[in-house]
């Protein structure tokens, strides 16, 4: 069984930065495409970023883009997303998923396997 542990949220101020670990466990990292997604109170689930098996290719938000970085280091079965400039917008719970496919996909009905999220907030 797959086990995804997020980490790395925290409350911030506009333009700070943070960086949200996700830790695989029970699979090595390297068979799932990796994603994060985040949830703000009463709204729907949404795509953040993926990064493809390899890590050559990655994708993002139009939202996140340019302030948002999504990468993987297989050897210690984590993938991370560096996340700059933040505002306040982008105050939700993040969720890390992995998705055993070797396609981006930005539809969170792909991805079979998902962490608890962790919270972060920015205050304006």
């Known amino acids: 069984q797959v086990q995804l542990v997020e980490s790395g949220g925290g409350l911030v101020q506009a333009g700070d930065s943070l960086r949200l670990s996700c830790a695989a466990s029970g699979t090595s990292n390297k068979m799932y495409v990796m994603g994060w997604f985040r949830q703000a109170p009463g709204k729907e689930r949404e795509f953040v970023s993926a990064?493809?098996?390899?890590?050559?290719?990655?994708t993002y938000a139009d939202s996140v883009k340019g302030r948002f970085t999504i990468s993987r280091d297989d050897a210690k079965n984590t993938v991370y997303m560096q996340m700059n400039s933040l505002k306040s917008e982008d105050t939700a719970v993040y969720y890390c998923?992995?998705?055993?496919?070797?396609?981006?996909?930005?539809?969170?009905?792909?991805?079979?396997?998902w962490g608890q999220g962790t919270q972060v907030t920015v205050s304006s």
């Open positions: 990064i493809t098996r390899t890590g050559g290719r990655t």
């Open positions: 998923a992995a998705a055993a496919t070797y396609y981006l996909s930005i539809r969170p009905s792909i991805y079979d396997y």
